[in-house]
């Protein structure tokens, strides 16, 4: 079946532009994440959603990043005011439940880049 | 808070020898530890988990891994070595009574596998 699904797949912005990075999960599954990950580092979390709403979004770095996920499904992480520190691979990944054993799979990731 | 450290940025090893990448962690209670792999411009996928029970671990493309408890480690093995195995390894734990569900990740590893 299709995987996470991550659009566009690079994005390169001004400083203090908006931009809006999507995921599409896999179908069925009602968790969803997303994870940022810099060059030569791994992933680290940045929000979690159960359904439609935020589980926990403690990884959020500062109050211009949200994300939405409307109906459950499709989530959209949303950036405001970009600066140059905001430059990474965005990662989106979605799994069977909340049950903690649950492995994630990951999307090919949004590579943003701010100018 | 839990963490996990993978202490070699770079393993080099000749095909069809045995590998090893290391991984330790960190976390509250029992965890749950997980293996990914990354291969360029691609996500993360997923490789095994250590959830319960057995201490060794079997997952894809023939790698296993052994959970130590007293070590706190979760090395990622394979009896002989492919070249087509070089890319980035990524160990991740979750505490079992982890509400938030988040994945923390290692820095990464990077695997070399020359002919």
């Known amino acids: 079946g299709a995987g996470v699904s991550q659009t566009p797949s690079n994005k390169v912005t001004e400083k203090g532009k908006y931009v809006e990075l999507r995921c599409d999960p896999i179908?069925?599954?009602?968790?969803l994440y997303w994870y940022r990950q810099s060059l030569g580092q791994g992933p680290e979390f940045l929000i979690y959603?159960?359904?439609?709403?935020?589980?926990?979004d403690s990884g959020l770095p500062n109050d211009r990043f949200f994300a939405v996920r409307p109906e459950g499904s499709v989530s959209t992480l949303k950036i405001q005011r970009t600066e140059r520190g905001d430059s990474a691979v965005y990662l989106c990944a979605s799994s069977l439940g909340v049950a903690s054993y649950n492995e994630q799979f990951f999307g090919p990731g949004t590579r943003l880049t701010v100018l | 808070a839990q963490s996990v450290a993978q202490p070699e940025d770079q393993v080099n090893v000749a095909e069809g020898n045995p590998l090893t990448v290391k991984c330790t962690y960190s976390?509250?209670?029992?965890?749950?530890l997980f293996w990914y792999v990354q291969y360029p411009n691609r996500g993360l996928q997923f490789l095994l988990k250590?959830?319960?029970?057995?201490?060794l671990v079997k997952g894809s493309y023939g790698f296993e891994a052994e959970f130590n408890k007293s070590q706190t480690s979760f090395h990622l093995k394979k009896p002989s070595a492919l070249v087509s195995d070089s890319a980035l390894y990524f160990c991740a734990v979750r505490a079992m009574n982890n509400a938030g569900n988040m994945l923390t990740f290692g820095g990464g590893t990077r695997l070399m596998v020359k002919p």
């Open positions: 250590y959830i319960t029970g057995d201490n």
């Open positions: 976390v509250s209670g029992n965890p749950y």
């Open positions: 179908s069925g599954h009602t968790a």
């Open positions: 959603f159960q359904g439609t709403g935020a589980a926990d």
